[in-house]
């Protein structure tokens, strides 16, 4: 095993490049079923899962939670702030590039320490997101999307663009316009906003439209100044229901879109949908992602999961193969990501202290959105659920159905039809649907 350094030190060491073993490896760091080049319907698999790492759960979690102190010791910390985030860079392309990761996903401030004032900041992004430039120049690993976090400082606390004072709005602009220049700068496919703090707590201080027309607002300033500065990508709204506000504004995938088409921003805006941002909206993950397909705005996937059994926002590894290959045919079926991936929004336990747990915990998650990927392309050559979706609907296909689509009947007409008898009882055959699905899973 060779070892794999960015800059002067390894900071994983002991674990060389990871591989695909197959199945029957017993090796914990070898990939059983993500084999990057194997052909799935024409595409290898790296080119449908285009898989992301994210820069704040992986390189800044430390494993605190709101009742414990951190449980992960980073070797990375240096004497300084900057020192830090710069072995924190080294460390972070030298996992991408051991866990064969093409993207990665980061806030502005995951790479680059805040200064005292926000020009500051700004500067020390510009030093960082250099840095990285030319890590991702050695390596080949690419940015999937950049952000901003606007949710951790206090000056947040009452919103973003949604602030009921005009000057933070103004500190606000500063940072999204030096998070737009660092994406633009690092060649990033997308940019994504998630409005953490763009909700409320109580309708008694809250002018709701106003805080929504701004938001509006807002977006549409962000994107006609990242347009101008030759932006081609994509930018994402994350919905998410709850937490930190107790009712935010991208409550989920129907409000977000519905959103974006008031504000016309539709045409540049598309949704990146976490799977446990839909559970905690009570929806499956497949159903937001389905939401999205319909109205052709899923852009991008923050892959991982929650904890059905509680109401916040766990972010787990994914690695229920149900889910994943529910999601995988979402994708199947709207012809595949494009700018988009799945970016693994996901952190280990608390628990999971040794180092290697964050290898083991992106092998788990790439392996089950393999088996995901495998198990959807077998449903869709197989054809079988696809025949009895048809089936169920195929009185739409022609005659009054057809009509009726065309929008070719009016009311009265369809109420004499009504006059015909009872309809025939017809089965959903929910239960042969799920064990065929089982089948293609465990057959
Ligand atoms: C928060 C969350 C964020 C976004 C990016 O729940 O998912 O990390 O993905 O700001
Ligand atoms: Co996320």
Same mark, same amino acid.
């Given at each position: 095993?060779?070892?794999?350094?960015?800059?002067?030190?390894?900071?994983?060491?002991?674990?060389?490049?990871?591989?695909?073993?197959?199945?029957?490896?017993?090796?914990?760091? $070898?990939?059983?079923?993500?084999?990057?080049?194997?052909?799935?319907?024409?595409?290898?698999?790296?080119?449908?899962?285009?898989?992301?790492? $994210?820069?704040?759960?992986?390189?800044?979690?430390?494993?605190?939670?709101?009742?414990?102190?951190?449980? #992960?010791? /980073?070797?990375?910390?240096?004497?300084?702030?900057?020192?830090?985030?710069?072995?924190?860079?080294?460390?972070?392309?030298?996992?991408?590039?051991?866990?064969?990761?093409?993207?990665?996903?980061? /806030?502005?401030?995951?790479?680059?320490?805040?200064?005292?004032?926000?020009?500051?900041?700004?500067?020390?992004?510009?030093?960082?997101?250099?840095? $990285?430039?030319?890590?991702?120049?050695?390596?080949? %690993?690419?940015?999937?999307?950049?952000?901003?976090?606007?949710?951790? /400082?206090?000056?947040?606390?009452?919103?973003?663009?949604?602030?009921?004072?005009?000057?933070?709005?103004?500190?606000?602009?500063?940072?999204?316009?030096?998070?737009?220049?660092?994406?633009?700068?690092?060649?990033?496919?997308?940019?994504?906003?998630?409005?953490?703090?763009?909700?409320?707590?109580?309708?008694?201080?809250?002018?709701?439209?106003?805080?929504?027309?701004?938001?509006?607002?807002?977006?549409?300033?962000?994107?006609?100044?990242?347009?101008?500065?030759?932006?081609?990508?994509?930018?994402? #709204?994350?919905?998410?229901?709850?937490?930190?506000?107790? /009712?935010?504004?991208?409550?989920?995938?129907?409000?977000? #879109?519905?959103?974006?088409?008031?504000?016309?921003?539709?045409?540049?805006?598309?949704?990146?949908?976490? $799977?446990?941002?839909?559970?905690?909206?009570?929806?499956?993950?497949?159903?937001?992602?389905?939401?999205?397909?319909?109205?052709?705005?899923?852009?991008?996937?923050?892959?991982?999961?929650?904890?059905?059994?509680?109401?916040?926002?766990?972010?787990?590894?994914?690695?229920?193969?149900?889910?994943?290959?529910?999601?995988?045919?979402?994708?199947?079926?709207?012809?595949?990501?494009?700018?988009?991936?799945?970016?693994?929004?996901?952190?280990?336990?608390?628990?999971?202290?040794?180092?290697?747990?964050?290898?083991?915990?992106?092998?788990?998650?790439?392996?089950?959105?393999?088996?995901?990927?495998?198990?959807?392309?077998?449903? #869709?050559?197989?054809?079988?659920?696809?025949?009895?979706?048809?089936?169920?609907?195929?009185?739409?296909?022609?005659?009054?159905?057809?009509?009726?689509?065309?929008?070719?009947?009016?009311?009265?007409?369809?109420?004499?039809?009504?006059?015909?008898?009872?309809?025939?009882?017809?089965?959903?055959?929910?239960?042969?649907?799920?064990?065929? %699905?089982?089948?293609?899973?465990?057959?």
């Amino acid at each position: 095993m060779s070892s794999i350094f960015i800059g002067n030190k390894e900071y994983f060491p002991g674990i060389g490049k990871v591989a695909f073993e197959g199945s029957g490896s017993d090796n914990p760091l $070898a990939f059983k079923f993500y084999n990057p080049e194997q052909l799935i319907g024409g595409k290898t698999m790296k080119e449908h899962l285009r898989f992301s790492v $994210a820069y704040w759960h992986s390189f800044c979690g430390d494993g605190s939670d709101p009742f414990g102190s951190p449980t #992960i010791n /980073h070797p990375w910390r240096g004497n300084d702030s900057m020192t830090s985030a710069k072995n924190k860079l080294d460390a972070a392309f030298e996992f991408f590039t051991k866990i064969d990761a093409p993207y990665y996903c980061f /806030h502005d401030v995951d790479m680059a320490p805040e200064g005292a004032n926000q020009v500051e900041s700004e500067k020390n992004l510009i030093t960082l997101t250099d840095m $990285a430039k030319e890590r991702q120049e050695s390596t080949g %690993v690419k940015l999937l999307w950049g952000t901003a976090n606007m949710f951790s /400082h206090p000056r947040y606390m009452n919103g973003v663009a949604s602030n009921p004072d005009f000057q933070v709005v103004g500190h606000a602009a500063h940072q999204v316009k030096a998070a737009i220049d660092s994406t633009i700068k690092l060649g990033g496919q997308g940019y994504t906003f998630w409005g953490g703090r763009e909700g409320y707590m109580t309708l008694w201080n809250t002018d709701m439209k106003r805080e929504l027309d701004h938001i509006g607002q807002f977006l549409a300033m962000a994107r006609d100044y990242a347009r101008k500065a030759g932006f081609t990508g994509t930018f994402y #709204i994350e919905p998410k229901a709850m937490e930190p506000s107790k /009712h935010q504004y991208d409550f989920d995938a129907a409000t977000v #879109i519905g959103f974006l088409r008031n504000y016309g921003l539709d045409k540049d805006f598309k949704c990146n949908i976490e $799977a446990n941002h839909a559970t905690l909206a009570g929806h499956d993950f497949v159903h937001d992602l389905r939401t999205c397909r319909d109205a052709g705005l899923l852009g991008s996937v923050d892959a991982n999961r929650g904890d059905l059994m509680n109401g916040w926002d766990t972010d787990e590894f994914p690695t229920d193969v149900y889910q994943t290959t529910q999601a995988m045919l979402e994708i199947l079926a709207m012809g595949g990501l494009t700018s988009g991936g799945l970016n693994f929004d996901a952190k280990r336990r608390r628990n999971s202290t040794d180092s290697e747990d964050l290898f083991l915990a992106h092998i788990a998650g790439m392996d089950a959105f393999a088996l995901g990927l495998v198990t959807a392309q077998k449903i #869709i050559e197989d054809g079988k659920l696809a025949e009895m979706l048809k089936a169920r609907y195929s009185s739409w296909d022609s005659g009054d159905g057809a009509a009726f689509e065309k929008g070719k009947l009016t009311l009265e007409q369809l109420a004499a039809m009504g006059e015909k008898g009872e309809p025939a009882t017809t089965s959903g055959k929910q239960e042969y649907l799920e064990s065929l %699905v089982n089948g293609y899973l465990f057959g």
